[in-house]
């Protein structure tokens, strides 16, 4: 079945250095894939959602790039500030009649100054 | 801009008795609409699927007895946690899907249950 994998457990950066957040899927048809951010005490936002064309989805500095071939949507900032501190996580969206969404387990990313 | 109201943000219940949470979809036309529990380690578990005319489609470990969902229309849900015990808390999150496929989420209601 559908399934996503990101980079699990507590990510912990220096302001300034850059920002990874692996994501990778398994789909039997070609999915959407999502970026959610939750920061503390907040429901989760809608950080970045995958384009159909091929374009790069980019809000907030952070962007990412789907990769049919490798079945990824890696999450990449070029400089993080303290402001990023939060849950992320990676979703995917199926193209079935109940159009499910899988999400994966979230990754806690913390900026320090 | 595309909005989901869900409310109350926060009860608490005593043990044995019932709670009703509701999400309302603005700007937008919701095809679907998910309802999530987020666990202590912040996963998500689905607990069910509802679109509206069609049969709600609810996961493992969830039933319609325990979490009965009322789907009335494109921009309403409700669900009801019944006969709330101590593993019933957490933070209930509903997710209201536009026709773009995205998946926008209500500000959560946090069950607490005495």
């Known amino acids: 079945g559908d399934s996503v994998t990101q980079t699990e457990g507590l990510v912990t950066l220096t302001e300034g250095l850059p920002v990874m957040l692996n994501c990778t899927y398994q789909?039997?048809?070609?999915?959407?894939l999502f970026w959610y951010v939750q920061h503390l005490n907040e429901a989760p936002k809608l950080l970045l959602k995958?384009?159909?064309?091929?374009k790069r989805p980019e809000h907030q500095g952070f962007h990412a790039t789907l990769h049919k071939s490798s079945s990824s949507f890696h999450l990449q900032k070029s400089s993080a500030q303290l402001s990023d501190s939060a849950l992320y996580y990676c979703?995917?969206?199926?193209?079935?009649?109940?159009?499910?969404?899988?999400f994966g387990k979230g990754t806690s990313l913390t900026v320090i100054p | 801009g595309a909005l989901v109201y869900q409310y109350p943000r926060r009860t608490i219940c005593k043990s044995g008795t019932s709670m009703r949470m509701e999400c309302q979809a603005v700007?937008?036309?919701?095809?679907?609409v998910a309802w999530y529990r987020q666990s202590p380690q912040k996963t998500f578990e689905l607990i069910a699927l509802?679109?509206?005319?069609?049969?709600?489609?609810?996961e493992q470990n969830f039933t319609q007895e325990k979490f009965p969902i009322s789907h009335p229309n494109l921009s309403f849900s409700s669900m009801t946690v019944l006969n709330a015990y101590l593993e019933d808390r957490g933070l209930y999150l509903c997710?209201?899907?536009?026709?773009?496929?995205?998946?926008?989420f209500g500000a959560g209601t946090r069950l607490s249950v005495l």
């Open positions: 979703a995917l969206s199926d193209q079935t009649g109940y159009q499910n969404f899988y």
């Open positions: 700007g937008f036309q919701a095809t679907s």
């Open positions: 995958s384009f159909t064309d091929n």
């Open positions: 997710g209201a899907r536009d026709s773009q496929n995205t998946l926008y």
């Open positions: 789909s039997t048809y070609s999915p959407f």
């Open positions: 509802s679109t509206v005319n069609s049969a709600i489609k609810y």
